[in-house]
Nanobody, 124 residues
Framework: QVQLVEAGGGLVQAGGSLRLSCAAS????????MAWFRQAPGMEREFVAA????????HYVDSVKGRFTISRDIAKNMVYLQMNSLKPEDTAVYFC?????????????????WGQGTQVTVSS
């Protein structure tokens, strides 16, 4: 089992920045990839970004490219999401997720472990 705990959400004005963090514990040697998803009220959970745990390759949804950066610190078992130039449409609960297997995907059901989420609110 892998446990994930997010932190760093909050309220920020449009154009501002936030840095989310996700601490992984437990059987982290099983992790192949980690990702951030978000879910706004009444909406489906949406892929934001993913990173290969050991290879470091990254993937982003088009709407955040150039604004968000996903990174990881293997020694600390941490994943981060640096969010710049935030927009009101970025408002959502952000979830950290981890998956086993051999490929990183953008599909929520492919992920095996989830954090409880952290709220990000961007005011206009």
């Amino acid at each position: 089992q892998v446990q994930l705990v997010e932190a760093g959400g909050g309220l920020v004005q449009a154009g501002g920045s936030l840095r989310l963090s996700c601490a992984a514990s437990g059987h982290t040697f099983n992790i192949y990839g980690m990702a951030w998803f978000r879910q706004a009220p009444g909406m489906e959970r949406e892929f934001v970004a993913a990173i290969e745990w050991y290879g470091g390759s990254t993937h982003y949804v088009d709407s955040v490219k150039g604004r968000f950066t996903i990174s990881r610190d293997i020694a600390k078992n941490m994943v981060y999401l640096q969010m710049n130039s935030l927009k009101p449409e970025d408002t959502a609960v952000y979830f950290c997720a981890a998956k086993r297997g051999v490929v990183v995907t953008s599909t929520a059901r492919d992920y095996d472990y989830w954090g409880q989420g952290t709220q990000v609110t961007v005011s206009s």
